[in-house]
């Protein structure tokens, strides 16, 4: 059997009709650039989520930067975030001119705690980006708490978050504002690149719809030098068009992550994602530790089973961020999970055989 890792056209043939419908109707109407269908999968995705603003951008890397560029964040400043995370989450706090400053995850829920929040606190830091990694919430309420009390701004990277809650409130609607990255892969993904951003405050989505585009809200009227972050007409039809089943897609991933909690169950050499108290996980990704990692994961190439390491170094041992200078044995965790994480094959319409097949390979090796 052949398992992907991931098969993004599955979801295009069931809904084939819908995508190439919206597509061929942003090329009739010309509206290659924001336009109608931008507008539309504001409007819906601010509905669907439960925000009062949705600003859609050119990917989720800007999103986040321009939340912090917006925020007054720059030179001096330093900014809390995970170092486990995708490099996007560091190299935008850069950009601003602050500094990134890592925490090590908590070794069983592989996120951000309060607790490594607190210890990274400084007179300098401004805000915490707290990232919500492979659709598992982090200690948002203690990170929340803290940022309140510290007079922190909270920013939340949810690129890999759609539609996660804890306690019932869902990723981004925490903090002052929510980055997404519609990248093809994500849990909504666009056929290109894409992100936004989402928040209650009326000041800074209005800043940030400006700094997106040009620094203009109306054509010609730039207030501020700004940046051109736009999302793409096509790219916004898409997004609609997945828009009424993604739901249900997030459903189905929850289904297949409980399918391979079974058929793993029992397997001591590894250690399958726990889910933290009163959260509801979305799987972007379904991360296992594992013992003898390599070879692991050679074997599973063999027997035909893709999987992937998210990610293979930790961003404070990557060489650009070098110049901070900080060694591997100040993230223990982080530094760890380089060497024992593996992702398995995730996705919605991933059918049980193909679970309980990379299931049966996992046991076979260690037996
Ligand atoms: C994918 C991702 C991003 C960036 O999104 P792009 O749309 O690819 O720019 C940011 N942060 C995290 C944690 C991600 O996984």
């Given at each position: 059997m052949q398992v992907p890792f991931v098969d993004l056209k599955i979801q295009y043939q069931s809904i084939k009709n819908e995508i190439d419908t919206a597509i061929a109707d942003v090329i009739d109407n010309t509206a290659f650039i924001k336009g109608k269908y931008v507008s539309a999968f504001e409007r819906q995705f601010a509905e669907l989520y439960g925000v009062k603003h949705v600003i859609s951008c050119a990917n989720g890397t800007d999103s986040l930067y321009i939340i912090m560029r917006m925020l007054g964040i720059g030179s001096g400043d330093e900014v809390i975030t995970a170092a486990n995370s995708w490099i996007s989450s560091s190299e935008t706090i850069a950009q601003t001119g602050a500094k990134p400053v890592f925490t090590d995850p908590d070794d069983e829920l592989m996120s951000m705690s309060a607790e490594a929040v607190l210890n990274a606190i400084?007179?300098?830091?401004?805000a915490v980006m707290a990232v919500h990694l492979h659709g598992q919430m982090t200690d948002i309420e203690g990170i929340e708490k803290l940022c309140k009390e510290k007079g922190l701004y909270l920013i939340e990277d949810c690129a890999q978050s759609h539609f996660s809650e804890m306690n019932g409130r869902r990723a981004g609607t925490i903090g002052i504002a929510g980055s997404f990255s519609f990248y093809?892969?994500?849990?909504?993904?666009?056929?290109g690149d894409a992100g936004c951003i989402i928040t209650n405050d009326d000041e800074l989505a209005e800043k940030c719809r400006m700094y997106a585009n040009h620094g203009a809200l109306k054509k010609h009227h730039h207030k501020i030098e700004g940046l051109n972050s736009r999302m793409d007409g096509i790219q916004a039809a898409v997004l609609c068009a997945k828009l009424p089943h993604i739901l249900k897609w997030t459903d189905q991933r929850i289904a297949n992550a409980a399918l391979y909690n079974k058929y793993l169950d029992?397997?001591?050499?590894i250690r399958i994602p726990k889910v933290r108290p009163s959260s509801k996980h979305t799987y972007h990704i379904y991360m296992i530790r594992a013992e003898r990692r390599d070879e692991l994961q050679n074997f599973l190439n063999d027997k035909g089973v893709a999987t992937t390491t998210h990610y293979p170094t930790a961003l404070p041992n990557l060489p650009a961020h070098s110049y901070l200078g900080y060694k591997p044995s100040d993230f223990p965790v982080a530094t760890q999970l380089e060497r024992d994480i593996l992702s398995l094959p995730m996705y919605p319409e991933l059918e049980e055989d193909a679970i309980k097949y990379v299931a049966e390979q996992i046991r076979a090796f260690y037996n």
């Open positions: 400084t007179p300098n830091t401004k093809p892969g994500k849990n909504l993904g666009a056929y029992g397997i001591n050499e």
